[in-house]
């Protein structure tokens, strides 16, 4: 891959990342910062995650990654294969002056990118809810944090958070 590719994730203390298909808490601020990080840029995501979104995001090509042949969405690129999504994403981005591309979830498409991701972009949120979508181990060695950020509980945030900022070490 000749751009970097970037994921975006919020995800509890105890690494849950939603349930039935949907985010737990309500966290604005976060918002905000996906969507600064994403915006401009193709964002990868499968299917369930599209899903619960329910349309594409504005300012952002999409791209779905499924194993379901018979997939198909208003405003997205649909692909089924890690391999299509990177191509496309890289063809996207380049069209669009893009300087990454995202990787915006969920579970299984989280697993697919960690090998291959430049940077990660975390949320901590400070709650252990129970979940069923949980964002894959991975070694934190391979990654050197260069930036960390402690948010209190606030009128619109449902939780404290800390945003975190992984690369990948040379």
């Keep these: 891959m000749t751009l970097p590719l970037i994921l975006v994730v919020a995800m509890a203390e105890n690494g849950v990342i939603g349930r039935d298909n949907r985010l737990l808490w309500r966290i604005k601020t ?3 910062r996906f969507r600064r990080l994403t915006m401009g840029k193709p964002m990868i995501m499968g299917r369930k995650t599209f899903q619960s979104i329910g349309k594409p995001l504005p300012g952002r090509e999409t791209i779905v990654l499924t194993r379901d042949e018979g997939f198909s969405a208003e405003g997205v690129h649909v692909v089924h294969t890690w391999e299509e999504a990177v191509a496309k994403g890289e ?3 380049g069209r ?3 300087d990454a591309v995202a990787v915006a ?3 299984e498409i989280y697993a697919l ?3 291959h991701v430049q940077a990660l972009f975390l949320t901590e949120v400070h709650t252990a ?3 069923d979508a949980v964002f894959p181990s991975f070694d934190r060695s391979q990654f050197r944090e260069v930036k960390r950020e402690d948010h ?3 009128p619109e945030d449902e939780h404290p958070f800390t945003f975190i900022d992984l690369e990948r070490r040379p």
């Design 152 to 154: 209190p509980k606030g």
């Design 91 to 93: 063809e996207l981005a």
């Design 113 to 115: 990118a960690l090998p």
């Design 105 to 107: 979830g969920g579970a």
């Design 96 to 98: 669009a002056g893009a």
């Design 30 to 32: 976060d918002m905000g």
């Design 129 to 131: 809810p129970e979940g």
